[in-house]
């Protein structure tokens, strides 16, 4: 029994990781895609001046 709780002790933790690595890849999506944004509205308002 102490085996199998340890065996499964070990997948929480291994699957635990996999989300907080793909949880901070998307938050770290998220960043670059707002400052993108921020970015092209930036450039649309610029060109809107010039023209």
Given at each position: ?51
């Amino acid at each position: 029994m102490k085996n199998i709780l340890d065996n499964l002790e070990k997948l929480v933790k291994e699957r635990t990781a996999e989300l907080e690595k793909a949880y901070n890849s998307l938050k770290e999506s998220e960043r670059v895609l707002a400052e993108a944004q921020k970015n092209g509205s930036s450039g649309e308002l610029v060109s809107g001046l010039y023209n």
